[in-house]
């Protein structure tokens, strides 16, 4: 198979050469051109900002040539497989790639307890209370963040901000409370990493599109507000960036296919455009061609050694949750459509499928340190 997906110039390698930047191991490649800034203005900020779903096709369709954003694009670069939060955002927060960080999707099979858990939430897919099963197994997936480890170091500054309360993170309210926190961090004496994390315009793009008139509100906003924001910063690089992009999708739902949801052993898993199917053994040999059958114009669908071979989910050392979590097959939306199961929900705009509206993200610098 084809991977898309550049890991030799993603998310796990720019947050690869922040590691680098702030003394720790890394063990992929960093991106040289952010590794020769770095070292040759050495800004005491190197703040990252991560808008959800703000893909870098739906950026450029948006946005003026001449807005702020598009004028410090230094390059479209891919996020991780698959284009989602989940996987994307661990990724640039570890320097790791999913197959070792293991936070594959939104929902992702978890073999310890036999159960498809929703991970950021905790909880059995659909259902919303706490998995007490899954809490106990959760550190089984890396937990640990760049942030966490340069404040264990004990020499540098780290802090991350959210917009709801995770592990160590800084919440805020809204987006100008985010940006005038990280303003009143950057004032702080020493070398330090922000990462700040914006929910928009994923969230509203799920249920209006992103091609739609408020969306496009949502990242003319912060256009202008991060513009703002970046004028009254001294010794600091800002890095804006995306975890994945979007598309509007057509819902295909798999109970109106009995046949084919017979012959399987769980429920589907990873994503509704990223399907990870385990199937009943006496159905293995025929599982594809029934499947191409009903959605082969739609969907490519890979083999569990096609995967592994393709190094679809990066390189490295698997997690211990790998194996089990991708089942035998999965198949990738390269169309508008999802395939959505008993507890998905159902949405009109998507993401992780193999299109380069979800695939392509923007690396935004802005230099604003005094170094020549």
């Known amino acids: 198979m084809k991977v898309k997906n550049n890991y030799d110039e993603c998310l796990t390698n720019l947050a690869c050469s922040i590691r680098k930047y702030f003394g720790l191991e890394y063990h992929h490649k960093s991106i040289l051109y952010i590794d ?10 190197v703040i990252i900002i991560l808008f959800d779903g ?4 739906i950026l450029d369709r948006t946005l003026a040539e001449n807005s702020f954003f598009r004028t410090n694009k230094y390059k479209e670069i891919t996020t991780v497989f698959p284009a989602t939060t989940t996987a994307a955002t661990t990724s640039i927060r ?19 307890i036999d159960k498809t858990i929703t991970l950021f939430l905790n909880c059995e897919k659909g259902k919303e209370e706490v998995c007490q099963d899954f809490l106990e197994v959760k550190n089984k997936l ?5 942030a966490d480890e340069i404040e264990n170091a004990g ?18 309210s809204n987006l100008d409370n985010m940006l005038n926190q990280i ?3 950057t004032k702080i004496k020493g070398k330090k990493f922000i990462y700040a994390y914006d929910d928009e315009p994923d969230h509203t793009m799920h249920d209006y599109g992103a091609d739609s008139e408020i969306v496009k509100n949502l990242i003319k906003e912060r256009n202008k507000k991060v513009e703002n924001f970046c004028n009254n910063l001294t010794n600091s690089l800002v890095i804006i960036i995306a975890d994945h992009g979007h598309i509007k999708v057509d819902n295909i ?4 296919y009995p046949e084919l949801l017979n012959m399987l052993e769980r429920t589907t898993s990873i994503e509704q455009r990223a399907v990870s199917f385990k199937v009943k053994k006496e159905y293995l040999n025929i599982f594809v061609d029934k499947f191409n059958e009903l959605f082969g114009n739609y969907f490519n669908i890979y083999s569990k050694s096609e995967i592994l071979e393709s190094k679809l989910f990066g390189d490295g050392t698997p997690n211990e949750l790998f194996d089990a979590a991708i089942g ?17 929900d159902v949405l009109f705009s998507q993401h992780a499928g193999y299109t380069d509206d979800e695939v392509f993200i923007p690396l935004i610098i802005v230099d604003k340190t005094k170094n020549d």
């Not at 020769?36 to 203005?41: M, Q, S, V």
């Not at 890396?142 to 760049?146: A, C, G, K, R, S």
């Open 36 to 45: 020769e800034l770095l070292a040759k203005k050495q800004p005491d900020n």
């Open 54 to 57: 703000m893909g870098s096709r």
């Open 94 to 112: 570890t320097g790791l790639n999913p197959i070792e960080h293991g936070w594959l999707g939104w929902n992702t099979y978890i073999k310890p």
């Open 142 to 146: 890396v937990n640990t963040t760049i």
């Open 155 to 172: 020499v540098y500054r780290a802090k991350e901000f959210f917009p709801f309360k995770t592990g160590n993170a800084i919440t805020y």
């Open 183 to 185: 303003t009143e961090e």
């Open 253 to 256: 739902f798999l109970n109106d």
């Open 328 to 344: 035998d097959f999965i198949a990738i939306a390269n169309s508008n459509k999802c395939l959505v199961t008993d507890g998905d």
